[in-house]
RNA sequence: GGAGUCGUAGUUCAGUUUGGUUAGAACGCCUGACUGUCACUCAGGAGGUCGCGAGUUCGAGUCUCGUCGAUUCCGCCA
């Protein structure tokens, strides 16, 4: 079908063209029909253009009057200047008076209005998402996706990595995630399973000598998912050989350097903080510590004063092998509603109650244990706090990981309360020398903490041979997260190249030599034609978007996402198959017994 | 797997607490009027399987149970 083409988008026009002849291509937007004169908003993914239909051409009017919302045309005329200038976009100061006008398409009625303050539930805009898209805030995430996916690009064949692309049908590997499975109609029976990363494949580009290998690739999780979880989702995946931690961080800091620069016109510190996870976890109860709080709020353990005083929840706790610990919100009203929400909040985590000293203007303390507290025990907390009239501190006591995580949500939930969190703030953070191992005390065995493949640092390498709970448990890694805001945005790791240690940490979580040339076989294969030292990372592609977005779901950074339950409403995958697909490959459902 | 919230016109919601006349509003849609609108305005109109299925009741949008879907959180996600 022939049609007049556009000479310009619905985002070119302005002033500069005036007295133009053009034709514009695009979708009704709006329609203001005055009785004779009629506007139209003629929208494509780079504006919207103002057209002008004068009743006199009457050709053009009658089909004019006839268009309906999300119609395609063709119009064609002057670009002529407005008689009253429209400021909220960028091509208000002109008009087309339109001299032809073809209808390329019509519409039906569309089931929500596409207006940027959506009205329509998540329901439906994934329903009909190809209209959802139509929407400018949808489209630039799209848009601000596809840039940043040029600048990875860009940045990683500049430092010299290779694109290589890995399997989707690989091998089911228990370990980690449950794996989207994919039936072999030519081996009955038997299962292909869709990559959760492609990490086995990049440490063995490894040994084949690639050096530097990256992909930006899809990986798939059939776990339950959340608003930052979908079952397929993207990483910037890459490995790199003859490299510590640090080149590895180097690496992502540039990445992340140019990408901000780029996109934010935000200059990135050259190095990004460190800590170790001990660290985040101690002073503020996890490993993912948002650092956009104001004055931080760190956790401090009090355990040394406090265990002085006469309190007999301190003292059980202390001799029960527990801690006290707490955190300080510094210069707000805390009221009783205050209070009794961050009860029931601790309650909910398990906990008896929640201590608290207010300090008052005056020098006067406002607490329920303070009876139980000498003045010189309250004014060393005050001062392990350096707490200043107005400043209120929460006290927790229990055991350790139950304490500090508690006071870590808590800490979140008082930034968000009280508004203390800086939105503006990108703070990005190394979390290092995470433990490799943790001890399961219902199975009685090791699990590897990151991936079995993981080094453990020089200086732990002689708890290997240890079963000692405490000692396999003290076990550091060179294994790292990169944290943005608070959220993992990226984790990765050096790995282990000699056999010798893999085999040390095989036997820590109780895997026999048998059983590790079952489920990694080829990779301990490769890996005895020399395997050079090498580590890499991945990131998490979705949620940077997000964050570079300003959005807190990553679903609007997919142009086809999944609800909750994994399923699509626009295709409405899954579906069922036909008997014939199912013979062929030998399956069999299993109706569930009602 | 567990807990919470939601499901009423094309759409977003009110109505459910305390069961009772013809289930309302706004936007959208249709018809008409209007020559500088840009959330056009004005007048009129159409539009309902109250998610689905059982139950309680003289009577269910409203109460109970089940189920389906969306969503938030816990478990899970090396």
């Given at each position: 079908m022939l049609f007049k083409k556009r000479?310009?988008?619905?985002g070119d026009l302005r002033?500069?063209?005036?007295n133009e002849k053009v034709t514009l291509n695009g979708w009704i937007s709006g329609k203001r029909d005055l009785g004779g004169l009629l506007f139209i908003d003629l929208r494509d993914r780079y504006g919207i253009t103002q057209l002008k239909i004068d009743p006199d051409n009457k050709a053009c009017y009658d089909t004019a009057v006839k268009l309906g919302q999300e119609f395609v045309v063709s119009a064609s005329g002057i670009v002529i200047k407005r008689e009253s200038i429209n400021?909220?976009?960028?091509?208000?100061?002109i008009e087309i008076l339109v001299e032809e006008l073809d209808v390329l398409n019509e519409s039906e009625i569309?089931?929500?209005?596409?207006?940027?303050?959506?009205?329509?539930t998540d329901e439906l805009r994934l329903k009909y998402r190809y209209l959802d898209i139509r929407r400018k805030s949808i489209a630039d995430n799209l848009i601000l996706r596809s840039r940043v996916s040029q600048i990875v690009h860009r940045y990683f064949e500049k430092h010299n990595f290779i694109e290589v692309e890995t399997p989707m049908l690989m091998k089911s590997t228990p370990e980690g995630a449950r794996d989207y499975l994919v039936p072999s109609r030519v081996h009955k029976g038997k299962f292909y399973a869709l990559p959760q990363s492609p990490q086995l494949y990049k440490q063995i580009l490894m040994v084949s000598g690639m050096d530097r290998y990256v992909q930006i690739c899809k990986c798939f999780r059939d776990e339950d998912l959340r608003a930052?979880?979908?079952?397929e989702f993207t990483q910037i995946d890459f490995e790199m050989s003859f490299v510590t931690q640090d080149d590895v961080f180097e690496i992502l800091e540039g990445m992340f350097g140019e990408i901000w620069k780029e996109i934010k016109g935000v200059s990135l510190p050259e190095k990004f903080r460190r800590m170790t996870y001990d660290e985040a976890i101690n002073s503020?109860?996890?490993?993912?510590?948002?650092?956009?709080?104001?004055?931080?709020?760190k956790i401090e353990n009090i355990s040394g004063i406090?265990?002085?005083?006469?309190?007999k929840v301190f003292q059980e706790t202390l001799n029960s092998g527990g801690i006290i610990a707490g955190i300080k919100l510094s210069g707000k009203e805390v009221t009783r509603k205050t209070v009794d929400s961050l009860t029931e909040f601790v309650k909910k985590h398990g906990f008896g109650g929640l201590g608290y000293l207010k300090f008052n203007a005056g020098g006067n303390v406002q607490s329920p244990v303070a009876k139980f507290l000498s003045a010189e025990i309250t004014d060393n907390i005050k001062n392990a706090f350096s707490a200043a009239d107005g400043d209120t501190v929460f006290i927790l006591s229990g055991e350790k990981m139950k304490v500090l995580t508690a006071l870590g949500q808590m800490r979140l939930k008082l930034a968000e309360d009280f508004k203390?969190?800086?939105?503006?703030k990108y703070e990005f953070l190394w979390v290092t020398d995470f433990p490799l191992f943790h001890y399961d005390h219902d199975e009685k065995r090791f699990f590897a903490e990151h991936h079995v493949f993981t080094m453990p640092k020089d200086e732990y390498l002689?708890?290997?041979?240890?079963?000692d709970p405490a000692e396999v448990e003290s076990i550091r890694a060179n294994c790292y997260d990169l944290v943005l805001n608070g959220h993992e945005i990226t984790s990765g790791s050096i790995r282990i190249h000699k056999p010798d240690i893999q085999k040390k940490v095989f036997d820590i979580i109780g895997l026999t030599d048998e059983e590790a040339k079952m489920k990694f076989g080829f990779i301990l294969d490769a890996f005895r034609y020399g395997a050079p030292p090498h580590g890499g990372a991945a990131v998490g592609y979705d949620r940077v978007i997000a964050i570079l977005a300003g959005?807190?779901?990553?679903?609007?950074?997919?142009a086809f996402p999944k609800t909750l339950k994994a399923s699509?409403?626009?295709?409405?995958?899954p579906g069922e198959v036909s008997q014939e697909q199912l013979d062929e490959l030998a399956i069999q459902i299993v109706k569930k017994e009602a």
């Open positions: 000479t310009h988008t619905c002033s500069a063209n005036l400021k909220n976009i960028p091509t208000g100061e569309p089931p929500f209005v596409i207006e940027e303050e959506i009205k329509a930052d979880r979908q079952p503020y109860g996890s490993d993912k510590p948002d650092l956009r709080i104001t004055g931080e709020m406090a265990g002085g005083s006469e309190f203390l969190t800086d939105e503006s002689k708890f290997l041979d240890s079963r959005l807190k779901s990553i679903t609007d950074t997919i699509s409403l626009m295709d409405e995958c």
